[in-house]
């Protein structure tokens, strides 16, 4: 916890480039839920608001006026997201401006979710492009009154973060933007994913060019790279990470089943192992399914709880409307289903085609799919 106090800049642990901050009752409950919506924000609430689970979802709380609060993270973050009145936001951070070229962007959000309002910081600080991109992950109205809006091109330190996507490393964003913005030719390379990203009214601009893999794109010898993938690179495909960006859409759905009573560092290694063995990026994992049956089960719930990541659960009867590739007579006798990881994976994620058949290892049996981005996952 952070304890807040006068004339003192307290110590934060920063692990994304924006702040998410709220102070009241119900801004936090729609906090909570922003966080999960748009993964690029720390989230600070007060400890009066507490619940229990703010650790394992890496939530910091603070105790004093958010005042003394905000000089931390306008050192730390990129931009700062406010559920917090407007007014009251202008006048804590008056104080602390400097320089329209370092002031961080500050966005405000009304308690009930309804704006995102571009504060501060709104060109050069990129307040605007966080406004459209924030508004859009949780379903709100942007309002940005600058004269001309920014321009229509990809974000880069944002694309795709109405969807949930994480970059791999933020050591090329600096560098990709200056080619998207000058115009550069950009290479997109898109492996899985939502497809629906380009968000304005005219056609993408021709030195962002579309190609249908990665070895195409090396070939044409971009300026730089924007790559949608849930692989890990393979060592001849990383030439584009020379001025080149990965980023991971949530397009990995893991089926669990597991024995009573399994710790969470047991199917946590299964997983790790498999994703491994599939060359596919932990940070591509949309969800955990399973059967009802284990709705409950302790390392299942810790484990989605350390990652924010859905846990999804079906009936018997559900999973049995799956056609199956390994239907098992025992898993039936003791579950009512003919299957549990490979059926939930697939149901979650609208798949007929597994990436990896159910695999047994210990306690723990995990089915690997992708999201079929043809038809929304459910």
Excluded at 23 to 43: C, M, N, Q, W
Excluded at 292 to 310: D, F, Q, V
Excluded at 325 to 336: A, D, I, L
Aim: some cysteine; overall charge negative; glycine content about 6%.
């Amino acid at each position: 916890m952070i304890s807040l106090h006068e004339g003192e800049i307290p110590v934060i642990e920063k692990r994304r480039p924006y702040a998410l901050v709220a102070i009241t009752k119900h801004g936090v409950v729609h906090a909570r839920s922003y966080a999960e919506k748009f993964p690029y924000a720390d989230l600070y609430y007060m400890k009066k608001f507490e619940q229990g689970d703010e650790e394992a979802r890496n939530i910091q709380l603070f105790d004093g006026s958010v005042r003394l609060l905000l000089p931390a993270l306008f050192q730390q973050y990129k931009g700062i997201i406010c559920i917090i009145s407007l007014g009251a936001v202008v006048r804590m951070i008056a104080p602390l401006l400097m320089d329209k070229k370092k002031d961080p962007a500050v966005l405000v959000v009304d308690d009930k979710g309804q704006y995102v309002v571009s504060v501060l910081s709104g060109h050069i600080g990129g307040a605007n492009a966080l406004t459209h991109e924030f508004a859009k992950a949780i379903g709100a109205a942007p309002v940005v009154t600058t004269a001309s809006d920014v321009q229509k091109t990809i974000p880069v330190d944002l694309f795709g973060a109405q969807f949930g996507w994480m970059w791999d490393s933020e050591e090329k964003l600096t560098p990709v933007s200056a080619s998207v913005v000058n115009e550069e030719h950009v290479a997109i390379v898109q492996e899985t994913g939502e497809k629906n990203w380009w968000m304005y009214d005219r056609p993408i601009p021709d030195h962002l060019k579309m190609y249908p893999s990665i070895d195409e794109a090396i070939m044409a010898k971009p300026q730089a790279a924007l790559l949608i993938t849930d692989r890990i690179m393979e060592p001849h495909e990383e030439v584009l990470l020379e001025n080149g960006v990965v980023y991971r859409p949530k397009s990995i759905v893991l089926g669990i089943g597991c024995n009573r009573g399994t710790a969470i560092a047991e199917i946590e290694q299964v997983i790790d192992e498999a994703l491994a063995e599939l060359s596919l990026s932990k940070k591509s994992v949309k969800a955990v399914a399973s059967i009802n049956l284990k709705k409950n089960e302790t390392g299942l719930l810790e484990l989605t709880a350390k990652y924010n990541w859905p846990f999804v659960t079906y009936t018997p009867e559900q999973l049995n409307e799956i056609p199956m590739q390994n239907p098992s007579e025992t898993v039936f006798k003791y579950t009512g289903a003919y299957g549990v990881s490979e059926p939930a994976a697939m149901r979650y994620a609208n798949a007929k085609e597994l990436l990896l058949e159910k695999k047994k290892s210990g306690n723990v049996t995990i089915s690997i799919t992708r999201v079929n981005y043809e038809v929304e996952a459910q």
